[in-house]
């Protein structure tokens, strides 16, 4: 079964610096990854998401990630982070048809 | 409605009784998940609807966990004879079937249960 790591529970950094996050996957066939947000006291939304194609895709709030077959990776970076960027992000595989399995999150806390 | 809505937001019950949840996905959607997010757990799958067909229960992690869909929109979860261990924030997620993984899942705000 198809299954994501995030690798880092926790991610301090200064406002103004960049910032990746780490996914892999763990997979045999064709994926699906997505990167999903939430922000404190909300819900979770999409930020971005991979189907095919280019491996380089753009999300929502200056965010992107890059679908890395050979080290089935899908990190996700955004160039310089805002205060408002604080909250935690969950990285997730599709799993048969129409499941999505989730990592276990990594929460982002920016530092002015 | 605009958004996959959660009812109670928030419940606080004494252990070994039973509580329900209650979802309305969004309006043709004809996907519907629940998720349950404990803290430092990320987010496990429980069970998913999709239209007519059987849901997938591979997540329901005990038979005191159980949910249905009426009329292909309104799910109820339902917790028997809660445990402390049930303490989580329950979510739910609704989503257009779709024959590629282009499908996107809307969550509702979810329903924080505190078991005491």
């Known amino acids: 079964a198809q299954s994501v790591t995030q690798l880092d529970s926790q991610v301090p950094v200064f406002e103004e610096a960049p910032v990746e996050l780490r996914c892999n996957y763990s997979?045999?066939?064709?994926?699906?990854l997505f990167w999903y947000v939430q922000y404190p006291n909300q819900g979770l939304q999409l930020l971005l998401k991979y189907l095919s194609g280019s491996t380089l895709v753009k999300g929502i709030n200056g965010f992107e990630a890059e679908f890395n077959k050979s080290q089935t990776s899908f990190h996700l970076r955004k160039p310089s982070v805002h205060i408002s960027d604080t909250a935690e992000y969950f990285c997730a595989v599709r799993q048969g048809a129409q499941k999505l399995v989730f990592g276990q999150g990594t929460r982002l806390t920016i530092n002015p | 409605g605009a958004g996959v809505s959660q009812s109670p937001s928030n419940k606080v019950t004494e252990k070994g009784k039973d509580v329900e949840l209650r979802c309305d996905p969004i309006?043709?959607?004809?996907?519907l998940y629940w998720y349950r997010q404990s803290l430092g757990q990320g987010l496990e799958f429980l069970i998913y609807f999709q239209g007519n067909s059987a849901p997938d229960k591979s997540g329901l992690p005990s038979d005191r966990f159980s949910a249905e869909r009426t009329g292909g929109s309104v799910s109820t979860l339902t917790i028997q004879r809660t445990q402390q261990e049930d303490s989580a924030v329950y979510l739910c997620?609704?989503?257009?079937?779709?024959?590629?993984?282009?499908?996107?899942?809307?969550f509702g705000a979810g329903s924080r249960l505190t078991v005491l």
């Open positions: 997979s045999s066939v064709s994926v699906y």
């Open positions: 309006s043709g959607h004809t996907a």
């Open positions: 997620a609704s989503s257009q079937w779709g024959s590629t993984g282009a499908n996107v899942l809307t």
